[in-house]
């Protein structure tokens, strides 16, 4: 590639890659759609190749595109972290971010966010959104989410994870269930009882699996999609549910149930934050970011 290849031509090529739309790429950047369309059509010119088309679902992209991509990718964030090209952000100034959250998500880590954001930056505004794992990555990548905090794993060369706590599990019962009243009831205890799980892309698979691990699965009564729902169902029943032990806590707070030990472990979880790489996360997503960071370390470790 020539050596005098325009900073911004990279730029441009690599958000039109990771978003595949012109508009999402002109937000991005913070300038026109014409804009984009003239630097893409510089970029044609110069590498000799239609570099994106027009499909279904956006712009694909061609073979020359996918092989250059992985190199500009990296020579960018190169430059961007050498020459510290992240615009400033001014918390003092009205602003919106918008940030992806499971329901558990909502319980435990939304409270302390929104206490730390009315901190710094008091006009600013929150938007919490759901997400979906197949598509959070285009979602941030596009720009419509600032964040996603979440367990799952978000495998894309696109995205920056940053860990911010592991999340253990417990066992949670009704307040008042006539059996389990022990503070660790044992496995043959557990073996007695009726289980409720959570299915679906939750990112918490343990309780699930160690149910199936110690030969408990024909003792799973009831299914549900949500952990927000557990609760509810085990107040007001003998059901038996496994919670991410923080969660466990809160709801512990807010719901008549009680929480004891399990009498096996479950390996913990990570919880992150995942945010566009730089150069894409620009002043604002940044500083949002640290927001994050810093209202994690005032959650209870319990």
């Given at each position: ?21 012109v508009?999402a790429a ?5 300038v ?6 003239y630097?893409?059509?510089?970029l044609?010119?110069?590498?000799d ?7 279904p ?12 991509y992985?190199?500009l990718?990296?020579a ?26 499971s329901?558990?998500g909502e ?43 979440a367990?799952p ?9 940053t ?28 073996e007695?009882?009726?289980h409720?799980?959570?299915d ?20 799973i009564?009831?299914?549900v ?38 009498p ?18 620009g ?20």
């Amino acid at each position: 590639m020539a050596p005098d290849f325009d900073l911004n031509l990279v730029r441009t090529f690599v958000l039109l890659y990771e978003t595949r739309s012109v508009t999402a790429a002109a937000d991005l950047l913070g300038v026109t759609q014409p804009t984009v369309s003239y630097g893409l059509g510089k970029l044609r010119r110069r590498l000799d190749d239609e570099l994106f088309v027009r499909g279904p679902g956006g712009l694909t992209a061609t073979s020359e595109a996918e092989r250059l991509y992985p190199p500009l990718r990296r020579a960018l964030a190169d430059v961007t972290e050498t020459l510290g090209t992240t615009t400033e952000f001014d918390p003092d100034r009205p602003t919106q971010f918008t940030l992806g959250l499971s329901d558990l998500g909502e319980v435990t880590v939304l409270p302390l966010v929104l206490a730390e954001l009315a901190a710094q930056a008091p006009r600013a505004r929150l938007r919490v959104r759901a997400f979906d794992l197949e598509t959070a990555t285009d979602q941030l990548t596009r720009g419509e989410m600032d964040a996603i905090v979440a367990s799952p794993v978000l495998d894309s060369p696109r995205l920056r994870r940053t860990v911010l706590f592991t999340e253990g599990y417990a066992g949670m019962v009704a307040a008042d269930h006539p059996r389990l009243r022990a503070s660790a009831p044992s496995q043959t205890d557990l073996e007695r009882e009726r289980h409720v799980v959570v299915d679906g892309a939750t990112g918490h698979t343990g309780p699930r699996e160690a149910l199936v691990e110690h030969r408990l699965e024909e003792r799973i009564a009831v299914r549900v999609t949500r952990f927000a729902t557990l609760p509810y169902v085990v107040q007001d029943s003998e059901l038996v549910a496994i919670v991410p032990e923080r969660v466990a806590r809160a709801l512990a707070r807010t719901h008549s149930v009680r929480i004891f030990a399990l009498p096996w472990a479950i390996e913990p979880v990570e919880v992150a934050a995942y945010t566009r790489h730089a150069p894409d996360r620009g002043g604002p997503q940044q500083w949002f970011l640290e927001v994050i960071r810093t209202a994690m370390t005032r959650m209870p470790a319990w």
